[in-house]
């Protein structure tokens, strides 16, 4: 399975990217949502099943990337979950109205992390157990 | 409009330790320290991360640390045994956007936070167009950190 992982900090990618690997996951990465929507171009039809999203990025956000995914068929299958700062209420409904299926909020421990690849159905059945 | 900042102390700590503890526990707890940056810092240089929060209430919420424990902190989320200075600004850069975030999730909302700015720069004074309001020494690996929260003024 492969995941994107977009943020526009190095640390954090890393920190995302490690988990997921140690998961069973193969990566990519980018620094904000233009270089994301150019890897999964690049991608064709070996779209990534899940997408990390950070949402405040130079060039373009979180929220902009979601919707314009949104826009196109051939990406529908793929998990969006926000991962960000921005914890008010009113930003997370705007995030899944956008078309986002799960929000966490940094700073997170791995476990929540684990927890929202759960609910989306994208826990290895080796790390569930 | 500009509201008034209704922030304490505590809240910012809380809100400190909850990115120590999910990222930089390796090296324990963060604690509340009897001395100031300036009193405990070997150094007269720091490494300072700060984060623009834009809205009714405008100002910055800045991290500050001495360049090795800045390091320590960047080694730690990277798990790497060395890291260069892009490594440090991005590690410093990310922590003051978790804590600013967390901080501007306590004001009322609508407002937004900008990207994070990361520099060496001697021990800092306020300039002429912020204030400081709250102060927050913690110590961190057995040195010093500190969080403030600055207003600009209008």
Known sequence: MRALVIDDSRTM?????????ALG????QAGNGQEALEVMDQAGA????????????????????????RTRQEWRSMSL?????EAEYDQIVRALAAGAHEYLIKPFTPEAFSDKLQLLGLLPERAAQ | MTTTLDLQLE????????????????????????????????????????????????????????????????????????VEEVDVTD?????????GGNIK???PSGSTLGLPIVIRAPLCTAGASTIEHYRVELTWAGTPIRIR??????
Not at chain 1, 46 to 69: E, H, I, K, S
Not at chain 2, 11 to 25: E, G, H, K, N, Y
Not at chain 2, 37 to 65: C, K, R, Y
Not at chain 2, 149 to 154: D, I, L
Request: glycine share 4%; aromatic share 6%.
């Open chain 1, 13 to 21: 990618r890393s920190l995302l990217s490690r988990q997921l690997v």
């Open chain 1, 25 to 28: 996951y193969e990566t990519l």
């Open chain 1, 46 to 69: 070996d779209v990534p099943v899940l997408a990390t999203v950070d949402w405040n990025m130079p060039v373009m956000d979180g929220l902009t990337f979601v919707q314009r995914v």
């Open chain 1, 81 to 85: 979950m926000m991962v960000t700062t």
């Open chain 2, 11 to 82: 809240d910012i700590r809380v809100v400190t330790d909850d990115v120590w503890t999910s990222f930089l526990a390796t090296y324990g707890p963060l604690e509340w320290s009897p001395v100031t940056l300036e009193e405990a810092s070997p150094t007269d240089e720091l490494v300072q991360a700060s984060v623009a929060i834009h809205g009714d209430w405008t100002g910055t919420v800045t991290l500050e640390m001495a360049p090795a424990t800045a390091e320590t902190a960047a080694r730690t989320m990277l798990h790497l045994d060395a």
């Open chain 2, 91 to 99: 590690a410093l850069g990310e922590l003051v956007n978790m804590i």
């Open chain 2, 105 to 107: 999730s306590l004001l």
């Open chain 2, 149 to 154: 929260v600055w207003s600009t003024a209008r």
